[in-house]
T-cell receptor, first 110, second 114 residues
C-alpha cells in the first residue's frame, strides 16, 4: 500500500525553528512535496524534492533521503502567520498521482 | 488567470440526492485530481485524470464518478448521496510529466449530506 506518517501537532514560539518529519511508503516514487493549509483554506504548494538533499526557499527548507524513505520540512524565523497545517505528499504511481500524509498542525505562540 | 475554479462553494444535500461538483482550470494542465478532506484529516484521492478521455480511480472512489471530455473540465458526480460523503472536496491540477510537481488547488466545495 501507500502511506505517509507525520506528527499530528507541533508547537513553537515566534522566531524559533521547527522541523516537521515525514516518512513514506509509496510505489513508483517520484518525489516528496510539502503543502501549507490554513483553517478553511485550500492547500498551497511550499516545496518539492525529487533528489536527495536540501531545497531552500526563503524561510522554508525541505530535505529528502530516498534511501531512508524520509523527508522533513524546516521552518525558520517562525511567524504567527505560519500557524497552519502542513502536509507532506508523495508523488507516486510513476508520477501520475499524489498521496498525502495526515498533516501536522503547527501552532506558533507569541 | 483564474487558476482552478470550483463550484458551488457550499451545498447541502438530502440523503439519496445526486449532484455534480464542477471544476475547471485555465492553465492547460494535463493532470487533474479530486480529493476529499474530512475534518482534521489529510486529503484522500477520489479520482484523477492524466488527460482528456483518461480517468482512473484513487484511494476512495466508491460513490463517485468522473468524466474528462476536455482539458479544462473535470466534474465529479455524486450519485445517491450518503452522510459519509459529508466532507470538503478539493479539485487540483498539475502540468504532469517531469515538471509537474506542483498541484494547484481550487478553493473547495463544502458538502453536507443530511
Amino acid at each position: 500500500g501507500q502511506s505517509l506518517e507525520q506528527p499530528s501537532e507541533v508547537t513553537a514560539v515566534e522566531g524559533a525553528i521547527v522541523q516537521i518529519n515525514c516518512t513514506y511508503q509509496t510505489s513508483g516514487f517520484y518525489g516528496l512535496s510539502w503543502y501549507q493549509q490554513h483553517d478553511g483554506g485550500a492547500p498551497t504548494f511550499l516545496s518539492y524534492n525529487a533528489l536527495d538533499g536540501l531545497e531552500e526557499t526563503g524561510r522554508f527548507s525541505s530535505f529528502l533521503s530516498r534511501s531512508d524513505s524520509y523527508g522533513y520540512l524546516l521552518l525558520q524565523e517562525l511567524q504567527m502567520k505560519d500557524s497552519a497545517s502542513y502536509f507532506c505528499a508523495a508523488r507516486g504511481n510513476y508520477g501520475q498521482n499524489f498521496v498525502f500524509g495526515p498533516g501536522t498542525r503547527l501552532s506558533v505562540l507569541p | 488567470n483564474a487558476g482552478v475554479t470550483q463550484t458551488p462553494k457550499f451545498r447541502i444535500l438530502k440523503i439519496g440526492q445526486s449532484m455534480t461538483l464542477q471544476c475547471t482550470q485555465d492553465m492547460n494542465h494535463n493532470y487533474m485530481y479530486w480529493y476529499r478532506q474530512d475534518p482534521g484529516m489529510g486529503l484522500k484521492l477520489i479520482y484523477y485524470s492524466v488527460g482528456a478521455g483518461i480517468t482512473d480511480k484513487g484511494e476512495v472512489p466508491n460513490g463517485y464518478n468522473v468524466s474528462r471530455s476536455t482539458t479544462e473540465d473535470f466534474p465529479l458526480r455524486l450519485e445517491l448521496a450518503a452522510p459519509s460523503q459529508t466532507s470538503v472536496y478539493f479539485c487540483a491540477s498539475s502540468r504532469g510529466g517531469l515538471g509537474g510537481n506542483i498541484q494547484y488547488f481550487g478553493a473547495g466545495t463544502r458538502l453536507s449530506v443530511l
